[in-house]
């Protein structure tokens, strides 16, 4: 089951280091960095299911932000 709960000690901290990161990129630089960190986090969870949960989910929340 796709864990959607708080789970990230220290959530600024990390989200300050996710902004962070991005910092000095162009726009494509940083979209390919999305999508790296995409790619290298799935890779790293590896459960089909998992992954189409959370698939799932973000597309439904993209949907959501217009």
């Not at 280091?17 to 790619?39: D, K």
């Not at 698939?55 to 932000?65: G, P, V």
Request: aromatic share 4%; charged share 15%; glycine share 4%.
């Amino acid at each position: 089951m796709l864990t959607t709960e708080l789970n990230i000690a220290h959530v600024d901290d990390f989200y300050a280091l996710l902004i962070e990161s991005h910092e000095g990129l162009s726009t494509s630089q940083s979209h390919a960095m999305n999508a790296a960190l995409v790619l290298i986090l799935s890779n790293h969870i590896g459960q089909p299911d998992l992954l189409q949960q959370a698939l799932q989910m973000a597309r439904h929340t993209a949907e959501q932000s217009d």
